[in-house]
Protein backbone atom coordinates (compact mmCIF):
# COMPACT_ATOMS: atom_id res chain seq x y z
CA UNK A 1 0.00 0.00 0.00
CA UNK A 2 1.09 3.49 -1.05
CA UNK A 3 1.56 5.92 2.13
CA UNK A 4 0.30 9.47 1.37
CA UNK A 5 1.99 12.52 4.05
CA UNK A 6 1.02 15.81 3.07
CA UNK A 7 2.73 18.68 4.97
CA UNK A 8 0.91 21.45 5.16
CA UNK A 9 0.97 24.97 7.34
CA UNK A 10 -1.69 27.85 6.74
CA UNK A 11 0.68 30.58 7.59
CA UNK A 12 3.51 30.75 5.00
CA UNK A 13 7.14 30.34 5.55
CA UNK A 14 6.78 27.91 8.88
CA UNK A 15 9.25 25.50 7.45
CA UNK A 16 7.20 23.27 5.28
CA UNK A 17 9.32 22.77 2.51
CA UNK A 18 12.66 22.59 5.04
CA UNK A 19 10.96 20.10 7.11
CA UNK A 20 9.79 17.95 4.17
CA UNK A 21 13.12 18.09 2.56
CA UNK A 22 14.45 16.68 5.63
CA UNK A 23 11.96 14.17 5.87
CA UNK A 24 12.85 13.21 2.28
CA UNK A 25 15.97 12.46 3.25
CA UNK A 26 15.74 10.62 6.27
CA UNK A 27 14.15 7.80 4.90
CA UNK A 28 16.17 4.56 4.21
CA UNK A 29 13.77 3.97 1.49
CA UNK A 30 13.10 5.72 -1.62
CA UNK A 31 10.43 8.44 -1.74
CA UNK A 32 8.28 10.05 -4.22
CA UNK A 33 8.17 13.79 -3.62
CA UNK A 34 5.68 16.03 -4.75
CA UNK A 35 6.08 20.17 -4.63
CA UNK A 36 2.62 21.37 -4.48
CA UNK A 37 3.44 24.85 -3.98
CA UNK A 38 3.00 25.11 -7.61
CA UNK A 39 2.71 29.01 -7.50
CA UNK A 40 6.11 29.11 -5.70
CA UNK A 41 7.95 25.75 -5.88
CA UNK A 42 11.59 25.55 -3.71
CA UNK A 43 12.13 22.03 -3.15
CA UNK A 44 13.64 21.78 -6.56
CA UNK A 45 16.43 24.21 -4.93
CA UNK A 46 17.18 21.66 -2.38
CA UNK A 47 16.65 18.41 -3.97
CA UNK A 48 18.01 19.05 -7.91
CA UNK A 49 16.47 16.83 -9.03
CA UNK A 50 17.21 15.88 -12.75
CA UNK A 51 14.30 16.03 -14.85
CA UNK A 52 13.27 13.31 -17.01
CA UNK A 53 9.89 14.55 -18.57
CA UNK A 54 7.90 17.47 -18.82
CA UNK A 55 4.41 17.67 -19.38
CA UNK A 56 2.39 20.72 -20.39
CA UNK A 57 -0.59 21.85 -18.09
CA UNK A 58 -3.57 24.05 -19.82
CA UNK A 59 -4.41 25.63 -16.43
CA UNK A 60 -7.68 27.19 -18.51
CA UNK A 61 -8.89 29.98 -21.36
CA UNK A 62 -8.75 33.16 -22.28
CA UNK A 63 -11.23 34.85 -24.39
CA UNK A 64 -10.17 37.10 -27.30
CA UNK A 65 -12.41 39.04 -29.70
CA UNK A 66 -11.25 39.46 -33.45
CA UNK A 67 -11.73 43.18 -34.23
CA UNK A 68 -12.10 42.63 -37.49
CA UNK A 69 -15.34 40.64 -36.76
CA UNK A 70 -16.86 42.38 -33.88
CA UNK A 71 -19.78 44.83 -34.75
CA UNK A 72 -19.42 46.30 -31.08
CA UNK A 73 -22.73 45.84 -30.17
CA UNK A 74 -21.78 45.36 -26.73
CA UNK A 75 -23.50 41.54 -26.07
CA UNK A 76 -20.60 40.26 -24.49
CA UNK A 77 -19.91 42.81 -21.98
CA UNK A 78 -23.80 42.79 -20.53
CA UNK A 79 -23.33 38.83 -20.25
CA UNK A 80 -19.78 38.86 -18.33
CA UNK A 81 -20.11 38.53 -14.68
CA UNK A 82 -16.35 39.04 -14.33
CA UNK A 83 -16.35 42.93 -15.28
CA UNK A 84 -13.70 41.26 -18.09
CA UNK A 85 -14.86 43.46 -20.82
CA UNK A 86 -13.57 46.75 -21.40
CA UNK A 87 -14.71 49.47 -23.77
CA UNK A 88 -11.96 51.71 -24.69
CA UNK A 89 -10.97 53.81 -27.63
CA UNK A 90 -14.01 53.01 -29.53
CA UNK A 91 -13.58 49.02 -29.07
CA UNK A 92 -14.41 46.02 -26.91
CA UNK A 93 -11.55 44.23 -25.60
CA UNK A 94 -10.59 41.48 -22.72
CA UNK A 95 -9.33 41.94 -19.39
CA UNK A 96 -6.98 38.83 -19.09
CA UNK A 97 -6.64 39.06 -15.49
CA UNK A 98 -10.35 39.43 -15.27
CA UNK A 99 -10.96 37.01 -17.81
CA UNK A 100 -12.79 33.50 -16.01
CA UNK A 101 -12.74 31.38 -19.02
CA UNK A 102 -16.55 30.87 -18.38
CA UNK A 103 -16.71 30.80 -22.57
CA UNK A 104 -19.73 32.82 -22.52
CA UNK A 105 -19.07 35.47 -24.29
CA UNK A 106 -17.82 33.51 -27.14
CA UNK A 107 -21.36 31.75 -26.74
CA UNK A 108 -23.64 34.39 -26.94
CA UNK A 109 -21.59 36.54 -29.39
CA UNK A 110 -24.11 37.02 -32.51
CA UNK A 111 -21.60 37.09 -35.27
CA UNK A 112 -18.98 34.87 -33.83
CA UNK A 113 -16.16 37.51 -32.84
CA UNK A 114 -15.18 36.30 -29.88
CA UNK A 115 -12.49 32.88 -29.68
CA UNK A 116 -11.15 31.08 -26.47
CA UNK A 117 -6.82 30.43 -26.50
CA UNK A 118 -5.40 28.08 -24.39
CA UNK A 119 -3.33 29.08 -21.48
CA UNK A 120 -0.97 26.20 -22.19
CA UNK A 121 2.44 27.97 -20.40
CA UNK A 122 2.33 25.81 -17.33
CA UNK A 123 4.40 22.64 -16.78
CA UNK A 124 5.03 20.05 -14.69
CA UNK A 125 8.03 18.24 -14.10
CA UNK A 126 8.99 14.79 -12.92
CA UNK A 127 12.75 13.01 -12.30
CA UNK A 128 14.99 11.69 -10.48
CA UNK A 129 16.10 12.79 -6.85
CA UNK A 130 19.19 11.58 -4.02
CA UNK A 131 16.67 9.12 -2.66
CA UNK A 132 14.19 8.52 -4.97
CA UNK A 133 11.53 10.45 -7.57
CA UNK A 134 10.06 13.66 -7.42
CA UNK A 135 7.77 15.60 -9.17
CA UNK A 136 6.58 19.27 -9.32
CA UNK A 137 4.41 21.77 -10.80
CA UNK A 138 5.46 25.38 -12.14
CA UNK A 139 2.09 27.64 -12.71
CA UNK A 140 2.80 29.73 -14.96
CA UNK A 141 2.76 33.09 -13.13
CA UNK A 142 -0.66 34.77 -12.86
CA UNK A 143 -2.14 31.50 -14.33
CA UNK A 144 -5.76 29.73 -12.15
CA UNK A 145 -6.28 26.28 -11.35
CA UNK A 146 -3.73 25.49 -9.37
CA UNK A 147 -5.98 23.22 -7.45
CA UNK A 148 -6.46 21.42 -11.00
CA UNK A 149 -2.04 21.46 -11.05
CA UNK A 150 -1.90 19.67 -7.89
CA UNK A 151 -4.43 16.84 -8.65
CA UNK A 152 -1.99 15.87 -11.65
CA UNK A 153 1.16 15.95 -9.87
CA UNK A 154 -0.58 14.28 -7.32
CA UNK A 155 -1.85 11.56 -9.78
CA UNK A 156 1.81 11.34 -11.81
CA UNK A 157 3.39 10.50 -8.30
CA UNK A 158 1.16 7.66 -7.26
CA UNK A 159 1.83 6.89 -11.27
CA UNK A 160 5.56 6.68 -10.29
CA UNK A 161 5.18 5.14 -7.19
CA UNK A 162 3.56 2.41 -8.03
CA UNK A 163 5.87 1.76 -11.36
CA UNK A 164 9.22 1.76 -8.72
CA UNK A 165 7.66 0.18 -5.66
CA UNK A 166 8.16 2.93 -3.42
CA UNK A 167 5.46 2.97 -1.01
CA UNK A 168 5.86 6.74 0.56
CA UNK A 169 4.63 9.63 -1.21
CA UNK A 170 5.83 12.62 0.38
CA UNK A 171 3.94 15.93 -0.46
CA UNK A 172 4.80 19.57 0.68
CA UNK A 173 1.80 21.68 0.15
CA UNK A 174 0.94 25.54 -0.63
CA UNK A 175 -0.28 28.30 2.11
CA UNK A 176 -3.48 29.16 2.86
CA UNK A 177 -6.60 27.25 2.84
CA UNK A 178 -8.21 27.69 -0.69
CA UNK A 179 -8.17 25.34 -3.67
CA UNK A 180 -4.41 24.16 -3.99
CA UNK A 181 -4.24 23.16 -0.18
CA UNK A 182 -7.56 21.22 0.16
CA UNK A 183 -6.33 19.43 -3.70
CA UNK A 184 -3.20 18.80 -1.93
CA UNK A 185 -4.44 17.02 1.41
CA UNK A 186 -7.74 15.05 -0.32
CA UNK A 187 -7.03 11.35 0.62
CA UNK A 188 -3.86 11.19 2.07
CA UNK A 189 -3.18 8.89 5.31
CA UNK A 190 -1.74 11.67 7.41
CA UNK A 191 -1.64 15.89 7.49
CA UNK A 192 1.32 17.48 9.34
CA UNK A 193 0.04 21.15 10.17
CA UNK A 194 3.62 22.99 10.63
CA UNK A 195 3.22 25.84 12.95
CA UNK A 196 5.27 28.72 14.51
CA UNK A 197 4.69 30.44 17.72
CA UNK A 198 2.94 33.57 16.89
CA UNK A 199 -0.61 35.06 16.96
CA UNK A 200 -0.53 35.64 13.31
CA UNK A 201 0.44 31.58 12.69
CA UNK A 202 -2.26 30.48 15.93
CA UNK A 203 -5.16 32.00 14.12
CA UNK A 204 -3.94 30.70 10.85
CA UNK A 205 -3.79 27.05 12.40
CA UNK A 206 -7.30 28.04 13.97
CA UNK A 207 -8.48 28.14 10.20
CA UNK A 208 -6.56 25.49 9.08
CA UNK A 209 -8.13 23.28 11.58
CA UNK A 210 -11.33 24.33 10.95
CA UNK A 211 -10.70 23.03 6.72
CA UNK A 212 -9.51 19.53 8.34
CA UNK A 213 -12.79 19.17 10.14
CA UNK A 214 -14.25 18.35 6.42
CA UNK A 215 -12.08 15.67 5.79
CA UNK A 216 -11.92 12.37 8.34
CA UNK A 217 -7.73 12.36 8.13
CA UNK A 218 -5.04 11.30 10.99
CA UNK A 219 -3.03 14.75 12.16
CA UNK A 220 -0.63 16.18 14.30
CA UNK A 221 0.88 19.62 15.22
CA UNK A 222 4.90 20.19 14.75
CA UNK A 223 5.33 24.02 16.12
CA UNK A 224 8.98 25.01 14.38
CA UNK A 225 10.61 27.47 15.71
CA UNK A 226 9.46 27.51 19.21
CA UNK A 227 11.60 28.65 21.31
CA UNK A 228 11.17 32.19 19.23
CA UNK A 229 8.28 32.26 21.74
CA UNK A 230 7.74 29.79 25.06
CA UNK A 231 4.61 31.72 25.82
CA UNK A 232 2.83 31.81 22.43
CA UNK A 233 4.21 28.02 22.03
CA UNK A 234 2.03 27.41 24.97
CA UNK A 235 -0.98 29.32 23.80
CA UNK A 236 -0.35 26.79 20.66
CA UNK A 237 -0.15 23.48 22.98
CA UNK A 238 -3.07 24.64 24.99
CA UNK A 239 -5.62 25.46 21.51
CA UNK A 240 -4.57 21.93 20.48
CA UNK A 241 -5.56 20.37 23.27
CA UNK A 242 -9.01 21.81 23.40
CA UNK A 243 -9.43 20.65 19.86
CA UNK A 244 -8.13 17.09 20.27
CA UNK A 245 -5.20 17.83 18.00
CA UNK A 246 -1.81 15.87 19.04
CA UNK A 247 1.51 17.90 19.11
CA UNK A 248 4.04 15.69 17.28
CA UNK A 249 7.45 17.67 17.97
CA UNK A 250 8.82 20.77 18.83
CA UNK A 251 11.57 22.39 16.51
CA UNK A 252 13.98 24.76 17.95
CA UNK A 253 15.06 27.66 16.05
CA UNK A 254 18.58 27.31 14.35
CA UNK A 255 20.30 29.38 11.60
CA UNK A 256 22.03 25.99 10.14
CA UNK A 257 18.75 25.45 8.88
CA UNK A 258 19.36 28.15 6.68
CA UNK A 259 22.67 26.95 6.13
CA UNK A 260 21.85 23.71 5.03
CA UNK A 261 19.49 25.42 2.34
CA UNK A 262 22.36 27.92 1.00
CA UNK A 263 24.35 24.66 0.75
CA UNK A 264 21.24 22.79 -1.38
CA UNK A 265 21.18 20.02 1.55
CA UNK A 266 18.74 19.72 3.71
CA UNK A 267 19.33 20.00 7.69
CA UNK A 268 19.39 15.91 8.62
CA UNK A 269 22.09 15.56 5.79
CA UNK A 270 24.00 19.41 6.51
CA UNK A 271 24.18 18.68 10.14
CA UNK A 272 22.57 15.01 11.25
CA UNK A 273 23.47 15.89 14.99
CA UNK A 274 21.79 19.04 15.01
CA UNK A 275 18.91 19.53 17.57
CA UNK A 276 16.81 20.54 14.69
CA UNK A 277 17.69 17.05 12.83
CA UNK A 278 17.40 15.55 16.04
CA UNK A 279 13.98 16.77 16.79
CA UNK A 280 12.79 15.92 12.98
CA UNK A 281 13.93 12.48 13.16
CA UNK A 282 11.86 11.95 16.35
CA UNK A 283 8.84 13.24 14.43
CA UNK A 284 9.21 11.46 11.71
CA UNK A 285 9.92 8.25 13.63
CA UNK A 286 6.63 9.56 15.45
CA UNK A 287 4.32 9.95 12.52
CA UNK A 288 5.84 6.53 10.68
CA UNK A 289 5.46 4.00 13.31
CA UNK B 1 -6.42 57.49 -3.60
CA UNK B 2 -2.97 56.32 -4.22
CA UNK B 3 -2.40 52.15 -3.53
CA UNK B 4 0.73 50.62 -2.43
CA UNK B 5 0.71 46.45 -2.30
CA UNK B 6 2.93 44.69 0.10
CA UNK B 7 3.57 41.04 -1.51
CA UNK B 8 5.83 38.44 -2.28
CA UNK B 9 6.13 34.99 -3.83
CA UNK B 10 7.03 33.44 -0.75
CA UNK B 11 5.34 33.19 2.04
CA UNK B 12 5.94 34.25 5.39
CA UNK B 13 8.82 36.61 4.60
CA UNK B 14 7.01 39.37 6.39
CA UNK B 15 3.85 40.91 4.47
CA UNK B 16 2.04 41.39 7.24
CA UNK B 17 4.83 42.73 9.41
CA UNK B 18 5.86 45.78 7.18
CA UNK B 19 2.54 46.39 6.04
CA UNK B 20 1.31 46.84 9.40
CA UNK B 21 4.35 48.83 10.54
CA UNK B 22 4.44 51.04 7.56
CA UNK B 23 0.55 52.05 8.21
CA UNK B 24 1.14 52.97 11.47
CA UNK B 25 3.68 55.53 10.21
CA UNK B 26 1.87 56.72 7.96
CA UNK B 27 -0.91 57.23 10.44
CA UNK B 28 1.37 58.77 12.73
CA UNK B 29 2.30 61.53 10.29
CA UNK B 30 -1.78 61.88 10.13
CA UNK B 31 -2.28 61.04 6.28
CA UNK B 32 -5.72 59.50 5.80
CA UNK B 33 -4.71 55.99 5.11
CA UNK B 34 -6.45 52.44 5.26
CA UNK B 35 -4.84 49.45 5.54
CA UNK B 36 -6.54 46.81 3.36
CA UNK B 37 -5.68 43.34 4.42
CA UNK B 38 -5.80 40.96 1.08
CA UNK B 39 -4.77 37.83 2.05
CA UNK B 40 -8.27 36.46 2.35
CA UNK B 41 -7.43 32.99 3.29
CA UNK B 42 -5.79 33.46 6.04
CA UNK B 43 -6.55 37.44 7.17
CA UNK B 44 -4.34 38.68 10.06
CA UNK B 45 -3.68 42.77 9.31
CA UNK B 46 -6.18 43.76 11.78
CA UNK B 47 -5.12 41.79 15.33
CA UNK B 48 -2.19 44.16 15.40
CA UNK B 49 -4.11 46.90 15.73
CA UNK B 50 -6.44 47.98 18.61
CA UNK B 51 -9.86 48.29 16.75
CA UNK B 52 -12.94 47.60 16.74
CA UNK B 53 -15.77 46.42 14.81
CA UNK B 54 -17.63 48.49 12.99
CA UNK B 55 -19.47 46.77 10.24
CA UNK B 56 -19.17 43.38 8.03
CA UNK B 57 -20.44 43.17 4.79
CA UNK B 58 -20.83 39.20 3.31
CA UNK B 59 -19.62 38.63 -0.46
CA UNK B 60 -21.91 35.92 -1.85
CA UNK B 61 -21.83 35.09 -5.50
CA UNK B 62 -24.74 33.40 -7.22
CA UNK B 63 -25.43 29.61 -8.02
CA UNK B 64 -27.41 28.08 -10.24
CA UNK B 65 -30.63 25.59 -9.24
CA UNK B 66 -32.40 23.41 -11.07
CA UNK B 67 -36.13 22.54 -10.69
CA UNK B 68 -36.74 19.02 -11.65
CA UNK B 69 -40.56 19.59 -12.44
CA UNK B 70 -39.33 21.84 -15.39
CA UNK B 71 -35.99 20.06 -16.52
CA UNK B 72 -35.66 18.15 -20.04
CA UNK B 73 -32.61 16.45 -18.85
CA UNK B 74 -31.00 17.72 -22.42
CA UNK B 75 -27.68 18.09 -20.68
CA UNK B 76 -26.75 21.83 -22.21
CA UNK B 77 -26.10 23.58 -19.43
CA UNK B 78 -23.66 20.94 -18.47
CA UNK B 79 -22.26 21.32 -21.84
CA UNK B 80 -21.89 24.98 -21.36
CA UNK B 81 -20.52 24.66 -18.03
CA UNK B 82 -16.60 25.24 -18.23
CA UNK B 83 -16.07 24.27 -14.96
CA UNK B 84 -17.63 20.93 -14.45
CA UNK B 85 -19.79 21.72 -12.28
CA UNK B 86 -23.21 20.51 -13.31
CA UNK B 87 -23.56 16.56 -13.74
CA UNK B 88 -27.23 15.98 -15.67
CA UNK B 89 -27.95 11.90 -16.55
CA UNK B 90 -31.13 11.82 -18.20
CA UNK B 91 -31.61 7.87 -17.91
CA UNK B 92 -32.21 8.65 -14.01
CA UNK B 93 -34.01 11.51 -14.15
CA UNK B 94 -30.52 13.52 -12.62
CA UNK B 95 -29.67 17.06 -12.30
CA UNK B 96 -27.10 17.65 -10.21
CA UNK B 97 -25.24 21.47 -9.30
CA UNK B 98 -21.88 21.22 -7.72
CA UNK B 99 -21.91 24.52 -6.23
CA UNK B 100 -18.36 23.82 -4.69
CA UNK B 101 -17.35 23.87 -8.39
CA UNK B 102 -19.38 27.08 -9.88
CA UNK B 103 -18.00 29.99 -10.71
CA UNK B 104 -20.94 31.83 -10.79
CA UNK B 105 -20.43 32.93 -14.59
CA UNK B 106 -24.42 32.35 -15.31
CA UNK B 107 -23.84 30.56 -18.29
CA UNK B 108 -26.12 27.43 -17.69
CA UNK B 109 -28.73 29.79 -16.97
CA UNK B 110 -28.52 31.49 -20.42
CA UNK B 111 -28.39 27.64 -21.79
CA UNK B 112 -31.12 26.92 -20.36
CA UNK B 113 -34.57 26.42 -22.73
CA UNK B 114 -37.14 25.22 -20.36
CA UNK B 115 -36.21 28.13 -17.67
CA UNK B 116 -35.46 25.42 -15.45
CA UNK B 117 -32.41 27.40 -13.85
CA UNK B 118 -33.07 29.82 -11.31
CA UNK B 119 -30.15 31.82 -9.07
CA UNK B 120 -29.63 31.57 -5.55
CA UNK B 121 -26.88 33.52 -3.88
CA UNK B 122 -24.40 31.68 -2.07
CA UNK B 123 -21.92 33.16 0.79
CA UNK B 124 -17.96 33.42 0.12
CA UNK B 125 -16.81 35.14 2.87
CA UNK B 126 -17.19 38.60 4.15
CA UNK B 127 -15.55 42.33 4.23
CA UNK B 128 -14.96 43.46 7.47
CA UNK B 129 -14.29 47.22 8.39
CA UNK B 130 -11.95 48.09 11.56
CA UNK B 131 -11.63 51.04 13.20
CA UNK B 132 -10.30 53.55 16.39
CA UNK B 133 -10.31 56.83 17.26
CA UNK B 134 -7.22 57.35 16.63
CA UNK B 135 -7.97 57.29 12.78
CA UNK B 136 -6.80 53.85 12.58
CA UNK B 137 -9.20 52.00 9.31
CA UNK B 138 -8.59 48.53 8.23
CA UNK B 139 -10.60 46.66 5.77
CA UNK B 140 -10.51 43.35 5.84
CA UNK B 141 -11.41 40.34 3.09
CA UNK B 142 -11.97 37.08 5.09
CA UNK B 143 -12.62 34.18 3.13
CA UNK B 144 -14.98 31.31 4.48
CA UNK B 145 -13.48 28.23 5.22
CA UNK B 146 -13.63 25.82 2.31
CA UNK B 147 -14.24 27.87 -0.69
CA UNK B 148 -12.31 27.36 -3.21
CA UNK B 149 -11.13 30.83 -4.25
CA UNK B 150 -10.36 33.85 -1.99
CA UNK B 151 -10.30 36.39 -5.44
CA UNK B 152 -14.20 37.60 -5.22
CA UNK B 153 -13.64 38.59 -1.23
CA UNK B 154 -10.43 39.95 -2.16
CA UNK B 155 -11.50 42.14 -5.51
CA UNK B 156 -14.81 43.56 -2.74
CA UNK B 157 -12.36 44.08 0.34
CA UNK B 158 -10.31 46.36 -2.57
CA UNK B 159 -13.39 48.05 -3.73
CA UNK B 160 -14.20 48.77 -0.27
CA UNK B 161 -11.02 50.96 0.52
CA UNK B 162 -11.47 54.54 0.62
CA UNK B 163 -8.44 57.05 1.93
CA UNK B 164 -5.82 59.06 0.72
CA UNK B 165 -3.62 56.44 0.89
CA UNK B 166 -4.17 52.56 1.19
CA UNK B 167 -1.85 49.85 1.64
CA UNK B 168 -2.77 46.12 0.61
CA UNK B 169 -1.19 43.31 2.86
CA UNK B 170 -1.11 41.38 -0.29
CA UNK B 171 -2.11 37.27 -0.01
CA UNK B 172 1.34 35.05 -0.89
CA UNK B 173 2.15 33.13 -4.24
CA UNK B 174 2.14 34.19 -7.85
CA UNK B 175 -1.40 33.41 -9.14
CA UNK B 176 -4.70 35.12 -9.72
CA UNK B 177 -4.88 36.30 -5.67
CA UNK B 178 -1.88 38.31 -6.07
CA UNK B 179 -2.44 39.60 -10.09
CA UNK B 180 -5.90 40.44 -8.84
CA UNK B 181 -4.35 42.60 -5.72
CA UNK B 182 -1.22 44.27 -7.41
CA UNK B 183 -3.30 44.91 -10.41
CA UNK B 184 -5.18 47.26 -8.33
CA UNK B 185 -2.12 49.15 -6.75
CA UNK B 186 -0.15 51.69 -8.42
CA UNK B 187 2.89 50.74 -6.60
CA UNK B 188 4.37 47.06 -5.29
CA UNK B 189 6.58 46.70 -2.36
CA UNK B 190 8.09 43.04 -2.49
CA UNK B 191 9.41 41.74 0.74
CA UNK B 192 11.86 38.81 0.23
CA UNK B 193 14.87 37.48 2.47
CA UNK B 194 18.19 36.31 1.99
CA UNK B 195 17.58 32.86 0.98
CA UNK B 196 17.92 30.73 -1.95
CA UNK B 197 14.05 30.32 -1.53
CA UNK B 198 13.29 33.42 -1.29
CA UNK B 199 15.39 34.40 -4.28
CA UNK B 200 13.47 31.90 -6.88
CA UNK B 201 9.87 32.87 -5.64
CA UNK B 202 11.19 37.05 -5.65
CA UNK B 203 12.39 36.43 -9.46
CA UNK B 204 9.03 34.99 -9.90
CA UNK B 205 7.45 37.53 -8.74
CA UNK B 206 9.68 40.54 -10.31
CA UNK B 207 8.77 38.70 -14.03
CA UNK B 208 5.48 39.26 -13.33
CA UNK B 209 5.08 43.10 -11.96
CA UNK B 210 7.74 44.04 -14.84
CA UNK B 211 5.21 42.02 -17.53
CA UNK B 212 2.32 44.27 -15.96
CA UNK B 213 4.43 46.98 -16.29
CA UNK B 214 4.26 48.05 -12.38
CA UNK B 215 6.80 49.83 -10.48
CA UNK B 216 8.32 47.75 -7.64
CA UNK B 217 11.10 47.74 -5.43
CA UNK B 218 12.29 45.48 -2.76
CA UNK B 219 12.45 44.78 0.94
CA UNK B 220 14.95 42.81 2.10
CA UNK B 221 13.92 40.85 5.85
CA UNK B 222 15.64 38.95 8.28
CA UNK B 223 19.11 40.56 7.11
CA UNK B 224 21.53 38.65 7.79
CA UNK B 225 20.21 35.18 8.66
CA UNK B 226 21.27 33.77 5.04
CA UNK B 227 23.54 34.94 2.11
CA UNK B 228 24.31 37.76 -0.12
CA UNK B 229 22.50 36.24 -3.38
CA UNK B 230 19.50 38.31 -2.97
CA UNK B 231 21.70 41.84 -3.28
CA UNK B 232 23.54 39.86 -5.97
CA UNK B 233 20.72 39.46 -8.31
CA UNK B 234 19.40 43.07 -7.06
CA UNK B 235 22.13 44.67 -8.13
CA UNK B 236 22.64 42.78 -11.06
CA UNK B 237 18.95 43.53 -12.54
CA UNK B 238 19.36 47.26 -11.00
CA UNK B 239 16.64 46.88 -8.78
CA UNK B 240 16.04 48.87 -6.28
CA UNK B 241 16.49 48.35 -2.32
CA UNK B 242 13.97 50.51 -0.31
CA UNK B 243 15.03 48.86 3.26
CA UNK B 244 16.87 46.31 4.50
CA UNK B 245 15.56 44.67 8.28
CA UNK B 246 17.80 43.31 10.23
CA UNK B 247 16.95 39.76 11.72
CA UNK B 248 16.64 40.87 15.49
CA UNK B 249 14.95 37.73 17.74
CA UNK B 250 13.48 40.71 19.88
CA UNK B 251 11.59 42.41 17.05
CA UNK B 252 10.41 38.76 16.20
CA UNK B 253 9.13 37.85 19.47
CA UNK B 254 7.57 40.82 19.74
CA UNK B 255 6.05 40.25 16.76
CA UNK B 256 4.94 36.94 17.44
CA UNK B 257 2.73 38.56 20.29
CA UNK B 258 0.76 40.63 18.05
CA UNK B 259 2.40 43.48 18.72
CA UNK B 260 3.60 46.19 16.08
CA UNK B 261 7.34 46.30 16.12
CA UNK B 262 7.65 50.32 15.43
CA UNK B 263 6.12 51.11 18.88
CA UNK B 264 9.25 51.50 21.80
CA UNK B 265 11.91 51.03 19.07
CA UNK B 266 12.90 54.20 17.80
CA UNK B 267 15.81 52.97 15.85
CA UNK B 268 13.17 50.50 13.65
CA UNK B 269 11.13 53.49 13.65
CA UNK B 270 13.17 55.99 11.87
CA UNK B 271 13.77 52.82 9.17
CA UNK B 272 10.20 52.74 8.25
CA UNK B 273 9.69 56.89 8.45
CA UNK B 274 12.51 56.92 5.91
CA UNK B 275 10.67 54.26 3.77
CA UNK B 276 6.86 56.25 4.37
CA UNK B 277 9.34 59.44 3.07
CA UNK B 278 10.78 57.64 0.21
CA UNK B 279 7.26 56.11 -0.87
CA UNK B 280 5.99 59.69 -0.78
CA UNK B 281 8.63 61.02 -2.51
CA UNK B 282 7.52 58.26 -5.09
CA UNK B 283 3.79 59.27 -4.82
CA UNK B 284 3.66 63.14 -5.60
CA UNK B 285 0.76 64.50 -3.75
CA UNK B 286 0.78 62.95 0.14
CA UNK B 287 3.39 64.78 1.99
CA UNK B 288 4.54 63.78 5.73
Avoid at chain 1, 109 to 123: F, G, L, Q
Wanted: net charge negative.
Amino acid sequence: MINELAVISGKGGTGKSSITAAFATISENRVVLADCDVDAANLHIIMEPEIEFTEVYISGEKAKIDHQICKNCGVCQDYCRFDAITFTEGKYSIDEISCDGCKLCERVCPVKAISMEKSDKSRMHSGNFRNGKMVYGRLEPGEENSGKLVAMVRNRCREIAGQEQIDTILIDSPPGIGCAVISSISGVNYVLIVTEPSMSALSDLERTLQLLEGFSLEKGVAINKHDLSPELTERIIDFCNSKGVGIVGKIPFNPEVVEAMINSKSIVEWNPLSNVSKEIVKIWENITK
Amino acid sequence: MFKIAVASGKGGTGKTFVSTNLYQTFIEYGINAVLTDCDAEEPNAASFFKTELIESKQVTQKVPQIDSSKCLFCGKCQDWCAYNAILIIKERGLSRVMEELCHGCGACSVACENGAITEKEMLLGEVINFSDNSGCKIVEGRLKVGVYTPVPVLKRAINSTYADLAIFDSPPGTSCPFIHTVNASDYVILVTEPTPFGLNDLKLSVEILQKMGRPFSVIINRAGLGNRVVHDYLKRENIELIMEIPFDKEIASAYSKGKLAVSGRPLLAAKFSSLARKLTDKIGGIAL
